[in-house]
Structures are given as structure tokens and as C-alpha cells.
């Protein structure tokens, strides 16, 4: 299973980035997903997560309130919306997949693939 994040790039804080995340088998379509992310210099952190029919999420708290992920069984997509973003959300971003949520929450889920680069100038 592959898991192709996109959508990263340069923005100023203050401002706003879609991300998104596609699965190359449907093996995952219904799995938990979620976000991570590895600033420069730190280990990698749990950002957000959803369960696999979308109906419930949950967030780091440096980023509640900010961000909101979403899903689309259909497509085999998962997307995080990112909003009022901070210098110190810098970071690779790479989405994740698990049958199982504390995987997820755990940073040591089942699959996960390329990250995509988001930096927030100040």
C-alpha cells in the first residue's frame, strides 16, 4: 500500500493549506488515517486522525481549532485543511493509515508514505 501525500509549499503564517492524501489500494479505504508530521531537528509528532467512516476525529492539541481533517471512502482520499498556520507548524507532513486508532495516535501505524513539505515563514 502506498500513501502519496501533496499539497504542501510556502505560506505565511497567518495563512492556509490544503493537503492531501491518496491510497493506492483499497485495502485501506476503510481504515483509520491520519496525519504526522517531523519538524527539523524534532521527532515526529501525531497531528490528527480519523476514524475509518469518518464520524469521529481527533486532534494534537497544537493544532485544534485550526486544522480539520476529512475523508472520502470513495475516492480513497483523506485531506487535512489547515488554517491560521504558525511558524512552528513547519514540518513534513505525511498521512498515515491503521486499523486501529492509538496506532495513529501512537506514531507507529501500519502504513505511511511520502511526506509533503509545509513551511510557514514568519
Known amino acids: 500500500v502506498q500513501l502519496q501525500a501533496f499539497g504542501g509549499g510556502l505560506v505565511q503564517a497567518g495563512g492556509s493549506l490544503r493537503l492531501s492524501c491518496a491510497a493506492s489500494e483499497r485495502t485501506v479505504s476503510g481504515y483509520c488515517k491520519g496525519w504526522i508530521r517531523q519538524a527539523p531537528g524534532k521527532e515526529r509528532e501525531f497531528v490528527a486522525a480519523i476514524t475509518g467512516s469518518g464520524g469521529t476525529t481527533y486532534y494534537a492539541d497544537s493544532v485544534k481549532g485550526r486544522f480539520t481533517i476529512s475523508r472520502d471512502n470513495a475516492k480513497n482520499m483523506v485531506y487535512l485543511e489547515m488554517k491560521r498556520l504558525k511558524p512552528e507548524d513547519t514540518a513534513v507532513y505525511y498521512c498515515?493509515?491503521?486499523?486501529?486508532?492509538?496506532?495513529?495516535?501512537?506514531?507507529?501505524?501500519?502504513?505511511w508514505g511520502q511526506g509533503t513539505q509545509v513551511t510557514v515563514s514568519s
Open positions: 498515515a493509515a491503521d486499523p486501529r486508532f492509538m496506532k495513529l495516535r501512537g506514531v507507529d501505524p501500519d502504513y
